[in-house]
Every structure is written in structure tokens, then in C-alpha cells.
């Protein structure tokens, strides 16, 4: 079974970088691709991007100018990058197994999640 | 638009049908996933594809698919199945884009 982890600060300085990672246990992190999901308290979730193992990236363009997505296979993990942050980045954060099929796409595993909150 | 639009709430009596609808412009190139969140809980892949559903998800969970609308159903509703449940597709460049949400409550 697929197990994922996020890790990172809960507390970030607005205008800072955010920087999380998430570590995958219980199968290897080559062939798939892997994504980062976020959701605001209360609310609804939202794409950020993804990552194949082989580096290729895809980013949610309303995000695509701060965000960076990498991945270490040598340590099965990826992480995710988030420069100039707000308030409004306030948001659970999740990262998740993304599976392509035929005609879309869906995420099998998910990981605990982790709150990030942007204060001074 | 890539927007998916998803009917806020829903109401169910205990044992009953419920359908939740998922409609965007993109559902009519791509099918759509779905998840079921409970509080303070990761979301569960309770549908994906044309209408599979992964290892451990009951049978009453089911998808279909019409036009620029995707539907899961839930026949017979239990009252651990009250949860909030997304949609998610994708858009022509790959993009991913989740539904509005909707919150099931099982009366």
C-alpha cells in the first residue's frame, strides 16, 4: 500500500517561500506522476501542479509564476515551492498519486495533508 | 470556461438514492474523478474512469457520464457516506480543475 507524507513549516512569513515535501512509502516513486493539491479553510480544493519522475512539469497557471514543483527519486520524495506567499495561500496542503487513464486522470493516494498558515 | 459547477447540497433519507452533478465544458472531452471528504479527513477516490471504483469502495457508489455532466451515485445511501464530494477532470493543456464540492447529508 502506498503511504504519503507531507512535511514542512505550519507557519510561513508572508512575501517568504513556502517549501514542503512529500515523502512516498511503500512503493517507488519512478513511472508515476505526482501532484499538489491545496485547500483553504472551509473551502473548496484547488489543482496546484504536477510532477512525472522524470522532471516534466505541469503548474496551475493561475499559480505557474511562483510555484516550483521537484523530485529526488534517490529518496522517493518531491516537493513544492511557493515563493511571494499571502494570506490567501493559507490552505491545507496535499500531496497525491496521479494516475492518467484513457480519457483523464485521478489520484489514488493521497497524503495526510498539512496546514500551512502565512502570518507575520 | 474549465470551470466544473457542482450543486452545493444534497439530502438523502437514510437507504434512499442521491445523485451529485458535476457539469463543465471540459467533462464533454474528459471523464471526470471523485472523491468523498469527511471533516477534518484526506479525500478518498470513491470513483474514476467511465464507472470503476477502487479496491474497498462499496457497490452503491456509481458514475455515469451525459454531455458536459458527470454524475456519482450513491443507491442506498448509509450514514457514513455524509461527506462533502468533488469532482475532478482536466482541461485540453493537462490542467487539472476540481468541482465546486458538494456536501451530502443523510437525513
Known amino acids: 500500500q502506498v503511504q504519503l507524507q507531507e512535511s514542512g513549516p505550519g507557519l510561513v512569513k508572508p512575501s517568504e517561500t513556502l517549501s514542503l515535501t512529500c515523502t512516498v512509502s511503500?512503493?517507488?516513486?519512478?513511472?508515476?506522476?505526482w501532484s499538489w493539491i491545496r485547500q483553504s479553510p472551509g473551502k473548496g480544493l484547488e489543482w496546484i501542479g504536477y510532477?512525472?519522475?522524470?522532471?516534466?512539469?505541469n503548474y496551475n497557471p493561475s499559480l505557474k509564476s511562483r510555484v516550483t514543483i521537484s523530485i529526488d527519486t534517490s529518496k522517493n520524495q518531491f516537493s513544492l515551492r511557493l515563493s511571494s506567499v499571502t494570506a490567501a495561500d493559507t490552505a491545507v496542503y496535499y500531496c497525491?498519486?496521479?494516475?492518467?487513464?484513457?480519457?483523464?486522470?485521478?489520484?489514488?493516494?493521497w497524503g495526510q495533508g498539512t496546514l500551512v498558515t502565512v502570518s507575520s | 470556461s474549465s470551470d466544473l459547477t457542482q450543486d452545493p447540497t444534497v439530502s438523502v433519507a437514510l437507504g434512499q438514492t442521491v445523485r451529485i452533478t458535476c457539469q463543465g465544458d471540459?467533462?464533454?472531452?474528459?471523464?471526470a474523478s471523485w472523491y468523498q471528504q469527511k471533516p477534518g479527513q484526506s479525500p478518498v477516490l470513491v470513483i474514476y474512469?467511465?464507472?470503476n471504483r477502487p479496491s474497498g469502495i462499496p457497490d452503491r457508489f456509481s458514475g455515469s457520464r451525459s454531455g458536459n455532466t458527470v454524475s456519482l451515485t450513491i443507491t442506498g445511501a448509509q450514514a457514513e457516506d455524509e461527506a462533502d464530494y468533488f469532482c475532478?477532470?482536466?482541461?485540453?493543456?493537462?490542467?487539472?480543475?476540481f468541482g465546486t464540492g458538494t456536501r451530502v447529508t443523510v437525513l
Open positions: 497525491a498519486r496521479r494516475i492518467p487513464d484513457t480519457m483523464g486522470y485521478y489520484l489514488d493516494f
Open positions: 511503500g512503493g517507488s516513486i519512478s513511472s508515476y506522476y
Open positions: 510532477i512525472y519522475y522524470s522532471g516534466t512539469t
Open positions: 471540459n467533462l464533454r472531452s474528459f471523464y
Open positions: 474512469g467511465r464507472n
Open positions: 475532478n477532470s482536466r482541461d485540453s493543456s493537462g490542467n487539472g480543475v
